[in-house]
C-alpha cells in the first residue's frame, strides 16, 4: 500500500522560503508523476506542480518564477521550495501521487500548514 | 488557467440524492474523458471517489457516481447520510497535459 508522509516548517515570515519535503512508501518515484498541492484556508485546491516519473518538472504557471520542484532517489523522496512567500501563500500545503492510468491523485499525503506571518 | 466552476453549497435530506456539477470548457472538462472527484472531510486530506468521470476505485460506495454531458460533469450521491457532509472537489485533465481543481461545494445533510 502506497503511503505518504510530508514534513517541513511550519511559520514563515515574508520573503522567506517555503520548504517541504515528501517521502514515498510503497512505490517508487519512477512509477507515477508528484504533485504539491495546496489549500488556501476556506478556500478550494490548487495545484502547485509536479515531478514526473521521468524527472521532469511542471508547475502552475501563476506561481512557476517562485516554485522548484526536486526529487531525491536515494531516500525515494520530493521537495518543494517556494520563494518570496507572502500572506497570500497561507494554505495546506499536500503532496499527492497522480495515478498515470487514472490521471487522478489517489494517494495524499497527511498535509501541512503553512503560515505565513510577520 | 481558470478553475472548474462548482456550485458553493448543495443540500439535501437523509435519503434523498443530490448532484454536484464541475463545469469547464471543450478544453478540459469536454475534451477528455479525465474527470475525477474527491470527498474531503474537516482537517483531512481529500480521498479519490471517482476517476475516468463514472468509475469508482476499490471500496468506494456505488452510492456514489459520475456522469459528463458536453462541458458539464456531475457527482450524484444517492441514498444520502450523515458521513456524507463534506467538501467535494472535481478535477480534470487539460490541453496544457496538467490537472485543474473546481472551487470545491459544501455539501450538507439537512
Known amino acids: 500500500q502506497v503511503h505518504l508522509q510530508q514534513w517541513g516548517a511550519g511559520l514563515l515570515k515574508p520573503s522567506e522560503t517555503l520548504s517541504l519535503t515528501c517521502a514515498v512508501y510503497g512505490s517508487s518515484l519512477t512509477d507515477s508523476n508528484w504533485n504539491w498541492i495546496r489549500q488556501p484556508p476556506g478556500k478550494g485546491l490548487e495545484r502547485i506542480g509536479e515531478i514526473t516519473h521521468r524527472g521532469v518538472t511542471n508547475s502552475n504557471p501563476s506561481l512557476k518564477s517562485r516554485v522548484s520542484i526536486s526529487e531525491d532517489m536515494s531516500k525515494n523522496q520530493f521537495s518543494l521550495r517556494l520563494n518570496s512567500v507572502t500572506a497570500a501563500d497561507t494554505a495546506i500545503y499536500y503532496c499527492?501521487?497522480?495515478?498515470?492510468?487514472?490521471?487522478?491523485?489517489?494517494?495524499w499525503g497527511q498535509g501541512t500548514l503553512v503560515t505565513v506571518s510577520s | 488557467q481558470s478553475a472548474l466552476t462548482q456550485p458553493a453549497s448543495v443540500s439535501g435530506s437523509p435519503g434523498q440524492s443530490i448532484t454536484i456539477s464541475c463545469t469547464g470548457t471543450s478544453s478540459d472538462v469536454g475534451g477528455y474523458e479525465y474527470v475525477s472527484w474527491y470527498r474531503q472531510y474537516p482537517g483531512k486530506a481529500p480521498q479519490l471517489l471517482i476517476y475516468?468521470?463514472?468509475k469508482r476505485p476499490s471500496g468506494v460506495s456505488n452510492r456514489f457516481s459520475g456522469s459528463k454531458s458536453g462541458n458539464t460533469a456531475s457527482l450524484t450521491i444517492s441514498g444520502l447520510q450523515a458521513e456524507d457532509e463534506a467538501d467535494y472537489h472535481c478535477?480534470?485533465?487539460?490541453?496544457?497535459?496538467?490537472?485543474?481543481f473546481g472551487g470545491g461545494t459544501k455539501l450538507t445533510v439537512l
Open positions: 478535477t480534470s485533465y487539460t490541453t496544457r497535459t496538467t490537472l485543474i
Open positions: 499527492a501521487r497522480m495515478n498515470l492510468a487514472r490521471l487522478a491523485f489517489d494517494v
Open positions: 475516468d468521470v463514472s
